[in-house]
């Protein structure tokens, strides 16, 4: 999709064909040939280990959708019958559950990895927008499947999650009457769930699509963070990132099938396992570890309206995230001061989740001795979450001195990641380029 | 630089110190028990599964429910009478229908159900039917146990933090005086493994009150465990084959990363990388 395709076809068919639709030409140019910096480590190999948790979602997905009852009075058991009775349904529900949390992980890596290299940097930024948009649409698409085995956290969940609404001025029981679908979570929301879980699925690929060509028209970015300047800086995608990404996917798959086969249980809540009560509340009620960080951002502040519109700002920062970091520097390789606060910043996202999992008033171990509660903690990590992206990222652009930079990609390659020696002839240091 | 590094790594420790503690709450951590099913090779044990469940059948079945079993879940691949002696020769049975230990289970039962002129009745069980409940509805449930409604079997290893070392202590936990503090009431009973430690159910178990088929004397260790080992079956009834078969997947994946990183490896070496 950038620069000119090099396909041929070969075949009097493929020629016929693409005269007159290029779908191989286009698979060609963006798979097979597409020039990829030749530098990318294993953190740029979540993208396709996150297709293929896509895929494996939407797979089992409509299998589980073959046996599964969206109604409140046999949703319960019609989950215990895929476990028991159905043929090999305990393997495909279990590979659906886990894979909702393996995608999470996966997509947090390539969260983590995108800001720690400036991927959101130009000319990247409507990449990484839709990629903050798939992030919201899974989270969306989680929660509403975690409502449909119709346990304990499912329907406890759901009202925790829809009573948010309801925090807002005027229009906030309307609203809130409005996704339930009646006057409490009852069999109408839980069919308009089953409905939207199995939709977004499918909205999720589409902007996938969109995520991909957004890719393919700049081209990768690279862990030094400098733009392609000549082909001696690129790798034909296929062989070479074909095989180092299909090694990456595998390794993932066994830590995924590790779950899936000797602990399919661990990453849910046992409570989950009893059947949804309206009339009695579980001790705690706690979203799955994905949702944690967001669950402590919200009770972080003491209103409940404040504290739903944080917990949204928490996502609405990453939208803007491109224009608030002032840095010429992409990479943080080369930002000394930067690469501290992005490890705070992992610590702290680490640090809310912990902080969700726990009731607001235990005291946190260690630190509980000078009176540190999870509320506490939760507020100072949440203070943090933000004044990264409002602060820190945009004043650091002025402040930061950002240390030398090798001159192109095939030069960290040859010659490592320091400059090229004068007299090495591979080029003198250049002057602080622009959006590197 | 040094300091911080070390703060994170205690911050790291810390973590994984008090992971476990999460969701604790206020109630005794139970005792750990060696089952044989734990562990990527562990399997139930069949005399164990098949003298818990006549502890259900005796005991728990007058109150709890296993609402999600059928009688023929018993004889399927991983159940405890999947293989069963029949005048003196171990056979197993394909279909659990055939199996005449099953029948025989159902048989002892009565369900209702509708005849050929619409009348109500009640017949002998066969194996496709599910497990009765005890009572007719909850309402009645709760009016025989002073309000508390006893929680179906099907799968509560699976629905309890800490499973089967929960269940096993739970059902054990009765011999202790309580706390001064603490106010049971009339009806109530003192179990520090219970969350709030206070707990509707009356002790159920005694030394010798179920005669094991297979000779064990009935201890009340031994019929918690034996009942717990049945429960376990209960909720997670295709473990065996999930292990059986994640141990092949393991090795085709292992095999696979293998031979992707040396392709790799190959590739590569074309280019200075």
Redesign the interface.
């Known amino acids: 999709m950038s620069g000119n395709s090099t396909y041929e076809p070969k075949t009097p068919f493929t020629r016929w064909l693409d005269a007159r639709l290029p779908i191989v030409r286009l698979g060609w140019d963006s798979f097979v040939d597409f020039p990829t910096p030749r530098n990318l480590n294993y953190w740029y190999t979540f993208g396709g280990i996150l297709s293929v948790c896509l895929m494996v979602q939407i797979i089992t997905g409509i299998v589980l959708a073959m046996h599964y009852v969206p109604n409140i009075d046999y949703a319960f058991a019609s989950v215990q019958r895929i476990d028991r009775d159905v043929n090999y349904g305990w393997l495909i529900r279990s590979i659906h559950a886990v894979g909702a949390s393996m995608f999470f992980l996966a997509v947090y890596m390539h969260i983590f990895r995108g800001l720690y290299y400036g991927s959101y940097k130009a000319p990247r930024e409507i990449l990484w927008i839709l990629g903050v948009v798939i992030y919201l649409l899974m989270m969306a698409a989680a929660f509403l499947g975690y409502v449909l085995p119709w346990g304990q956290m499912s329907f406890w969940g759901a009202m925790v999650i829809t009573n948010l609404f309801g925090a807002l001025p005027l229009i906030g029981e309307p609203v809130t009457q409005w996704l339930w679908g009646g006057f409490t979570v009852g069999n109408e929301t839980l069919n308009r769930f089953f409905s939207l879980h199995y939709l977004i699925p499918f909205l999720i690929a589409g902007v996938v699509v969109l995520h991909i060509w957004a890719l393919h028209v700049p081209g990768n970015n690279n862990p030094t963070g400098i733009s392609v300047k000549t082909s001696a800086d690129t790798l034909p995608f296929h062989p070479y990132y074909t095989v180092k990404d299909g090694f990456a996917i595998v390794v993932f798959l066994l830590i995924f099938a590790g779950f899936v086969f000797y602990a399919p249980d661990v990453l849910g809540h046992a409570d989950n396992y009893i059947e949804a009560n309206p009339l009695v509340t579980p001790a705690m009620i706690v979203p799955e570890w994905y949702l944690l960080p967001f669950y402590a951002i919200l009770r972080a502040v003491p209103d409940k309206l404040g504290g739903v519109i944080l917990m949204f700002a928490a996502i609405g920062v990453l939208f803007v995230l491109p224009w608030l970091d002032t840095s010429k520097v992409r990479s943080m390789r080369y930002r000394p001061m930067a690469r501290w606060f992005f490890g705070f910043f992992v610590v702290s996202c680490l640090g809310l989740g912990w902080a969700g999992a726990e009731l607001p008033d235990t005291l946190v171990p260690v630190l509980g001795a000078i009176g540190v509660d999870f509320l506490l903690l939760g507020r100072v990590l949440t203070i943090y979450y933000f004044a990264y992206f409002l602060v820190i990222l945009p004043v650091l652009g002025f402040v930061e001195k950002p240390t030398p930079r090798p001159a192109s990609i095939e030069e960290s390659v040859l010659y490592g990641d320091k400059p090229a020696k004068s007299g090495s002839g591979a080029g003198a240091v250049p002057a602080a380029q622009p959006a590197e | 630089m040094n300091k911080?590094s070390k703060l994170?790594a205690?911050?790291a420790v810390?973590?994984m110190?008090?992971a476990p503690a999460?969701?604790a709450?206020y109630y005794r951590s139970p005792e750990p028990y060696d089952w044989s099913f734990e562990g990527?090779f562990g399997e139930y044990d069949r005399q164990a599964v098949q003298r818990g469940f006549q502890v259900y059948q005796q005991v728990c079945s007058a109150c709890h429910g296993l609402?999600?079993?059928a009688f023929r879940?018993l004889g399927q691949e991983g159940g405890p009478f999947e293989t069963v002696m029949v005048d003196g020769v171990e056979q197993s049975y394909a279909n659990p229908n055939d199996n005449p230990v099953i029948a025989a289970i159902a048989a002892e039962y009565l369900i209702s159900d509708i005849d050929d002129i619409g009348e109500t009745i009640e017949r002998p069980g066969r194996p496709s039917d599910m497990f009765p409940y005890p009572f007719a509805n909850e309402a009645q449930a709760r009016a025989a146990n002073g309000g508390a409604y006893p929680?179906?079997l099907?799968?509560i290893v699976?629905?309890?933090?800490y499973?089967a070392d929960y269940i096993r202590s739970l059902l054990m936990g009765y011999d202790e005086e309580p706390p001064a503090d603490l106010d049971i009431r009339a009806g109530s009973y003192y179990n520090p493994y219970m969350?709030g430690m206070v707990i509707a159910m009356a002790p159920q178990l005694w030394d010798g009150m179920v005669e094991y088929a297979d000779g064990t004397e009935a201890t009340t260790e031994q019929m918690a465990t034996d009942v717990t080992h049945f429960l376990a079956w209960a909720?997670n009834?295709?473990m065996e084959a999930?292990?059986r078969?994640?141990?092949m997947?393991?090795i085709y994946?292992?095999g696979?990363?293998v031979l992707?990183?040396a392709?790799?490896r190959k590739?590569?070496s074309r280019?200075?990388?």
């Open positions: 911080l994170l205690v911050a810390t973590v110190v008090a999460i969701g709450g990527p609402k999600h079993l879940h929680p179906d099907s799968i699976r629905a309890r933090h499973g969350p909720s009834p295709h999930r292990k078969m994640g141990l997947v393991m994946l292992f696979l990363a992707l990183y392709s790799y590739v590569w280019v200075k990388h």
